[in-house]
């Protein structure tokens, strides 16, 4: 995990998304799912398309912290799609059966949002660690 980290505080796509596989399966690591999608979404942005997939996945299922989102979820998968990725297909299309594209007027259907607790030492700690990592967080 380690070594991943100094290889994503490097800008290697590479890098950064072996480090959100280690924080998800929590090898070499506690498993943290919130860093984990941290990892995968810088990955993503730099065009990896194994995050890209990873990031789709965890958007369709609202892990890591991040809000359930299909419509999040189709984007990485189409992106992943565009880089070659079969898995990314094999995604899209389970996600079209589960969640075919709905009408941008559906606002009403929105859930409000439920307020935040503070975060914890360990969130402080974690996210200390992108800031270093990353240089600054989201």
Do not use: I
Not at 12 to 38: F, I, K, R
Not at 89 to 114: I, N
Request: charged share 25%; hydrophobic share 35%.
């Amino acid at each position: 995990f380690r070594w991943f980290c100094k290889a994503a505080e490097s800008f290697s796509p590479v890098g950064s998304y072996n480090a959100g596989v280690c924080c998800e399966n929590g090898q070499g690591t506690e498993q943290d799912l919130a860093l984990a999608a941290e990892f995968y979404r810088k990955a993503a942005g730099q065009g990896h398309p194994g995050a890209m997939v990873a990031l789709g996945k965890f958007y369709a299922q609202g892990r890591g912290g991040l809000p359930r989102s299909p419509d999040r979820a189709r984007k990485w998968f189409q992106r992943a799609v565009k880089e070659g990725s079969e898995e990314a297909q094999a995604c899209l299309e389970a996600l079209e059966k589960s969640e075919p594209k709905r009408a941008k007027s559906s606002a009403s259907t929105a859930q409000p949002a439920q307020p935040k607790a503070g975060p914890t030492k360990a969130e402080k700690r974690k996210t200390s660690l992108f800031r270093r990592l990353f240089g600054g967080g989201r």
